[in-house]
């Protein structure tokens, strides 16, 4: 675990490094939880929304998109449960004076628990060789079984607390299981109370008249109350989604694990109508439709897994999330959920317009139920960056660090990079960019020795660098070096284009998606 720590330190100096992320108001000493994306992290950026939203629009011929504003009317808020009910639970250690949220210390303690049964799996695998029978083991083995059962009594007094909503049981948890502040190591605690995450500000030319609103806290909302004018407009037939990439703020209790938790951050959410009875359906094509979306990606199968919800939102019939290997464990990355037809109900009733869905087949009207696929942009950009960074050790005691990102999303494609300053090199790869440039993100590099441009190029997750040397004037053909292998080829300057476009074409994504 501390080896995994150290790697995700190092991202971490490498994301700002390398031109990634960088602290906000980094000059004033940075904003706690907030951070800058720079000029290579905000093309990764671009291309993981590019890579979503593609998929949802362009595969989908009934999802359309949207970009509803920031701010909105305070009652849409009253009327989606916001103001009265988006809590999380909060508790203080009066030592340190540190401030943790409740079931986050309870999570940690059950991911202690699994981590002491996987060691013990883990060291019997490796005694026991090809013959060892995990499940097996796990079922007989008495130190496996203390934990998996101290493990299923925390979950299970843990799920009902949350469920029935009792802070009291939950602090209770915390003492019982001597779970101590990571600062004070001690267990002098407060009472766990609720503590709404929402930012207000005021809108309005006088103090005196100003009207209080929130920065929206999520982007679902501005889905639904447009949902009769995108389905009008459009003349959408059910089922449809509406897909929208914007910006949230939450004011989290502890925002922590660098871009993981943030203060202010970036959603791809995508609301699906369907007929009453069709949720359970779709909620299940959603869920394989969108792991799919994620393994596509190549960055390994065995880093994904679903997560069913053990507390039910009151409006929700099902809700799964998808998690993500990341070095301080699996982590949620996506939620599907099955809202049911709450929200639009909702809104209904606080808006007194009629929300239905004339279904001509069924020759009656309805409020849609809605699947919801949501995920967060800056926790995808995370879980990709931890899965590429790679520390590697070279022939000759030389090591590099390399950005192993999926070519699609690289910040850049390709680097042109001339032998030497002179000669006439630079300028025919110069020539050699501006042709590449109309159609792929490309940088041009001539300082320092060759090696040196490669290491850098690896550092951002670059996946072609294009050496131009004395031989090119000659015959026409370059010095092409794939990152992941460092291996080279000779190939004519003509053949660079399909060489390059064959790598990045998110089309290979999409066939891989839908089958």
């Known amino acids: 675990m501390a080896s995994q720590e ?13 031109g990634f992320v960088f602290p906000s108001s980094d000059i004033y000493d940075g904003l706690a939880a907030v951070y800058d994306y720079g000029q290579n992290g905000v093309e990764l950026k671009n291309n993981i929304k590019k890579y979503w939203w593609d998929s949802m629009i362009l595969l989908h011929e009934n999802i359309v998109g949207i970009d509803a504003a920031i701010f909105m009317h305070p009652t849409i808020w009253k009327a989606s449960g916001h103001v009265d009910a988006f809590n999380d639970p909060l508790i203080d250690n009066k030592d340190s004076k540190k401030r943790y949220r409740a079931d986050v210390l309870i999570e940690d303690q059950l991911a202690k628990f699994d981590e002491k049964i996987n060691k013990e799996v883990e060291k019997a695998a490796k005694k ?19 934990n998996v059962t101290k493990r299923e009594e925390l979950h299970t007094r843990f799920a009902k607390a949350l469920n029935d909503g009792n802070l009291e049981e939950l602090k209770q948890i915390i003492l019982d299981y001597d779970i101590v502040c990571p600062i004070s190591g001690t267990k002098n605690w407060t009472d766990v109370r609720q503590f709404n995450l929402m930012f207000t500000t005021e809108m309005g030319s006088t103090s005196d008249g100003a009207m209080k609103i929130y920065l929206r806290p999520e982007t679902a909302q501005g889905i639904f109350v447009n949902y009769m004018n995108v389905q009008k407009t459009g003349r959408m037939k059910i089922p449809f989604g509406i897909a929208q990439i914007g910006k949230a703020f939450r004011n989290e209790i502890v925002a922590r694990q660098f ?35 994620h393994k596509a990606l190549g960055l390994g199968d065995e880093k994904y897994r679903y997560h069913d919800h053990d507390k039910l939102a ?3 019939n099902a809700a799964t999330d998808i998690e993500f290997e990341m070095p301080f464990g699996f982590k949620e990355v996506e939620g599907i959920h099955s809202r049911t037809n709450f929200d639009l109900s909702q809104h209904s009733k606080f808006s007194g317009k009629k929300i239905e869905y004339f279904d001509p087949e069924l020759n009656e009207s309805y409020t849609p139920y809605v ?70 993100k490309c940088s041009y590099d001539e300082k320092d020795s060759i090696g040196k441009r490669y290491r850098r190029q690896d550092a951002i997750g670059t996946p072609f660098c294009i050496t131009v040397d004395h031989q090119t004037l000659e015959d026409g053909c370059i010095t092409v070096r794939y990152r992941d292998t460092m291996t080279q080829d000779r190939i004519k300057i003509e053949e660079l284009h399909e060489l390059i476009g064959k790598a990045v074409n998110m089309k290979n994504l999409f066939k891989k998606i839908v089958g």
């Open 371 to 440: 699947i919801e696929t949501s995920i967060g942009v800056d926790r995808m950009f995370l879980s990709i960056m931890c899965a590429a960074y790679t520390e590697e050790n070279l022939d000759g005691g030389d090591s590099r660090v390399v950005l192993k990102l999926p070519p699609v999303l690289a910040p850049i494609k390709a680097c042109v990079m001339p032998l030497i300053k002179k000669d006439g090199l630079p300028e025919k790869a110069r020539e050699i960019m501006n042709e590449l440039k109309f159609d792929f």
């Open 314 to 316: 009151h409006y929700a």
């Open 128 to 146: 026991f060789g090809d013959s060892f029978d995990a499940e097996l083991y796990k079922s007989t083995n008495p130190r496996v079984l203390e």
């Open 6 to 18: 150290d790697v995700f330190k190092k991202l971490v100096a490498h994301c700002k490094e390398y």
């Open 259 to 293: 871009i993981f938790r943030m203060r202010e951050f970036e959603q791809m959410e995508m609301q699906f109508f369907v007929r009453p009875g069709d949720e359970i359906k779709w909620f299940a094509h959603w869920k394989e439709f969108r792991l799919n979306w």
